[in-house]
């Protein structure tokens, strides 16, 4: 459909080497395909079933002839001078040309279809792959979740027997500490009932050669109760835990019977200011005697927090009634027994007793 090179009958441009071009078969001018809004499929549609091709000029100018012929029958045939017109013959070329030009649409139009077709039928599939991928998919998955709807199950079940169980051991245990503090107490209580019979003497000074009966009778003579060799179990004194310290340390002094004990710990309250110039002690700074119960390492521990307890607390009262430790806030309040740190008022609620014991 190309002859030797020339200008677009469109745009006055020359060709290129071997492009594409078509020859409009009534007016014989040649075209660029954009020129007629041809592509390259259409230009090789009509070479294949080698139609002829019109340019959209000439196919205008055919529709313009056609329109006017149709308006001159439409008046009779005469024209407006009376005067006959001359006969009008119809181009066959220009038929032939008209049903190309029509061929060529419906060619493009079902090409088009089929290309639309073609790609909706493969976007289809693609579709449906995809689809029948997502349901597999989509039934693994439920599959999946539904064992672990049943795992799930299975562990909220067993964490609520374990739930159980431990709220079991949980009441167990704390019963367990209960009575585990009742037998510390109970154990630290025995204890503290073998030193019912015995009293601890601070203050007196440190002699070369002395004997700890001696000075225990010396302070029974200075508190007018006489102390014989029968009444004493075992006497002796402590060294002091601080190697440093100047004052010695105190004489354990253990009584054969506890009312002997209890009417020498009488005798030591009646008593008050007893010092180591009363003791016959002339050299040195004169010390204070104290005579206490006796108390167990624990009992020990257990005074001093409730001496710190005192102080914080603005408690007005601390002491050792036969190896019991008392507080009291005030003068009108109860004493309260202290036999575990967990009775201490800070810490938890407290017994309030008499001072009978």
């Known amino acids: 459909m190309s002859d030797s090179p020339q200008n ?5 441009k020359g060709f290129a080497n071997n492009a594409y071009r078509v020859k409009c078969l009534a007016c014989c001018k040649v075209f660029h395909l954009p020129c007629q809004k041809l592509k390259k499929e259409d230009y ?14 000439c196919v205008k100018r055919r529709r313009g002839s056609i329109s006017s ?3 001159q029958e439409s008046t009779g045939g005469e024209n407006p001078e009376g005067r006959s017109s001359p ?12 049903t190309a030009q029509l061929l060529l649409a419906i060619n493009n139009l079902r ?3 089929n290309t639309a077709n073609l790609k909706f039928d493969k976007r289809y599939t693609e579709l449906r792959e995809e689809m029948k991928d997502f349901k597999n998919h989509l039934n ?3 599959d999946t979740i539904e064992r672990n709807s049943e795992k799930m199950e299975s562990l909220t079940s067993e964490l609520s027997s374990v739930s159980e169980v431990f709220g079991g051991l949980s009441e167990k245990c704390s019963a367990l500490e209960t009575r585990v503090r009742e037998l510390e107490t109970q154990i630290a209580d025995n204890e503290q009932s073998s030193l019912n ?3 601890e003497i601070s203050g007196i000074p440190v002699s070369d050669n002395e004997n700890a009966i001696d000075l225990v009778k010396l302070v029974g003579s200075a ?3 006489e102390i014989t060799n029968s009444m004493v179990n075992n006497c002796f004194r402590r060294r002091p835990t601080n190697n440093a310290s100047s004052s010695g340390g105190s004489i354990f002094l253990s009584f054969s019977r506890k009312i002997e004990k209890d009417n020498f710990v009488k005798a030591s309250r009646e008593k008050q200011n007893l010092t180591s110039r009363q003791l016959g002690f002339i050299e040195g700074e004169a010390s204070k005697i104290y005579i206490n119960h006796s108390l167990t390492f624990e009992k020990r521990k257990l005074l001093h927090a409730a001496k710190m307890f005192k102080r914080d607390n603005n408690y007005k009262f601390v002491w050792i009634r036969n190896g019991n430790i008392f507080v009291r806030k005030d003068e009108n309040a109860q004493p309260i027994l202290i036999k575990t740190a967990h009775d201490l008022p800070k810490n938890g609620p407290s017994r309030s007793l008499s001072t009978r014991t």
Request: glycine content about 2%; overall charge negative.
């Open 87 to 98: 006969t009008t013959h119809k181009d066959p070329t220009m038929d032939e040309v008209s």
């Open 111 to 113: 090409s088009e279809v």
């Open 44 to 57: 090789l549609f009509l070479k294949e079933k080698r139609n002829s091709f019109t340019c959209s000029d």
């Open 197 to 199: 019979n015995c009293v």
């Open 140 to 142: 693994k998955y439920s």
């Open 69 to 71: 012929q149709e308006s």
């Open 8 to 12: 677009c009958g469109n745009c006055s």
């Open 223 to 225: 508190l007018n109760f």
